[in-house]
């Protein structure tokens, strides 16, 4: 194999396949980057973890085909220092590869093409294609809640439902504590075939969230015959990961009307970063923080602690409501951060009942959140 390629072009496919591979444990070849040269295609670079299986393409002058595995880690580490604009590279030996540009030369022991995952084939049962900047937005604004509890393997992933009758796209998350459900009507490129119900890992929506391009790239969303696989396919990039298999709560059930509610509407930076100031004084990450609504002013406070205790007041628009009530701090840091509207409606019903905040006159995107019961 010897081929010559743009040094940046393979410095950021290099960085984005290091991303998901793991240092060697019982089985050596999942901290290597399988590269394979082709004079048709360029080169194709693979890396996997077994949950995850990530393919790039990268556009390279080929002389001699060929492919090899390459320590992930130490791969990325090298490119970095390379200032040149392009690399020569070229394999040495049956389980060597020699890379180098200018006066710096760097030679890796290798892993033979047979000794790496093949990466996965299937056939295709039902597809959709979609904005990568609208995939990417949706998931950042659910994926924050899914649980971490490995006792309810359905709720660490995302829920998915797919309405091709409406164009509705919907995605669920809850960790029992808290429930974002974001509502999307959208115009999907090509719709699918059928409505669709998934469940989204969350180490693959975090992946797609660091992956997906902000821009409006169409994502070729495929799902494989047979249940437990999904891919996507965007530019020179594809992903095929593994679903949740399992029935998914219904959400729905647990929704509150909001007319039977009062409404306090919020100033989301502001009570941001009022939330921010007094959380440097919360020791743990599970503190609590105080929110007492009183006539056109909101204390938001920590609870005195050995190191003292924080409080700042947020001026509120013509409330007339008085209520305190108590919030995991981390839980309501979260879901304000990742509300994007200025305005947003605090709906309650007394300080023990679930908590509906969502953007102020919009009903597509809400989030459900416990607060924590006083003590009495």
Not at 31 to 52: C, H, R, V
Not at 226 to 231: F, L
């Amino acid at each position: 194999m010897k081929f010559k390629v743009k040094t940046d072009d393979l410095r950021n496919a290099v960085a984005e396949l290091n991303t998901i591979i793991v240092p060697a444990t019982t089985y050596r070849a999942i901290s290597f980057i399988l590269i394979k040269a082709s004079k048709s295609d360029g080169l194709i670079l693979q890396a996997t973890d077994y949950e995850i299986n990530l393919k790039k393409r990268v556009e390279a002058d080929v002389v001699e085909e060929g492919a090899i595995g390459i320590p992930g880690k130490f791969l990325n580490a090298a490119l970095k220092d390379f200032d040149e604009e392009e690399l020569e590279v070229e394999q040495t030996g049956s389980e060597s590869l020699k890379v180098n540009a200018g006066l710096k030369k760097v030679t890796f022991a290798c892993l033979s093409e047979d000794e790496y995952p093949v990466f996965p084939k299937f056939e295709e049962k039902d597809s959709f294609v979609i904005s990568a900047q609208l995939l990417k937005e949706n998931i950042r604004k659910t994926a924050y809640a899914v649980s971490k509890d490995t006792s309810n393997m359905v709720l660490m992933g995302a829920l998915w439902e797919i309405s091709t009758d409406d164009s509705l796209f919907n995605m669920v998350s809850t960790d029992t504590h808290r429930l974002v459900v974001n509502k999307s009507k959208v115009e999907f490129q090509k719709p699918p075939a059928q409505n669709l119900k998934l469940i989204v890992p969350e180490k693959l929506l975090s992946f797609l969230v660091s992956s997906l391009p902000q821009t409006d790239v169409p994502v070729s969303v495929v799902l494989p015959e047979g249940d437990g696989k999904i891919a996507f396919n965007y530019e020179n990039t594809e992903i095929v990961g593994k679903l949740i298999v399992g029935t998914y709560p219904d959400y729905e059930s647990i929704i509150p009307d909001t007319s039977s509610m009062k409404t306090i509407v919020l100033d989301r930076i502001a009570v941001l970063k009022a939330i921010r100031f007094v959380s440097v004084l919360a020791e743990k990450k599970s503190y609590n923080v105080n929110l007492s609504f009183e006539k056109d002013v909101l204390m938001v406070n920590t609870d005195l602690t050995e190191v003292g205790e924080a409080q700042q007041a947020v001026e509120l628009e013509d409330n007339k409501e008085s209520i305190k009530i108590i919030f995991n701090i981390n839980y309501l840091k979260e879901v304000l951060m990742n509300l994007d509207e200025e305005k947003i409606e605090f709906n309650f019903i007394d300080q023990r009942a679930p908590v509906l905040t969502k953007p102020l006159d919009s009903n597509e995107y809400f989030t459900i959140i416990m607060p924590i019961r006083p003590i009495e």
